[in-house]
């Protein structure tokens, strides 16, 4: 069967670390990144094409992408 997979943005690498322990305590799930900022989150989105994104809506900002909620 195939794995849901699941693409993990926050700034703060232990709630995106914590997040990705519980994610994977699912054999359905497999976490295929983690980005620390919106430009990151994107380029990872493009480059993996995952199943589902899990985002930290207060991430901050770039001018490229805005911040976690404007992107």
């Known amino acids: 069967m195939k794995k849901t997979t699941v693409l993990i943005a926050d700034d703060h690498p232990i709630v995106a670390m914590a997040v990705q322990e519980i994610v994977e305590r699912d054999d ?38 805005g911040d976690g909620l404007q992107m």
């Open 28 to 65: 359905r799930f497999e976490v295929v990144g983690i980005a620390k900022g919106p430009t990151e989150l994107v380029q990872m989105h493009q480059q993996f094409s995952p199943d589902v994104v899990i985002a930290d809506y207060s991430m901050p900002g770039d001018g490229i992408h």
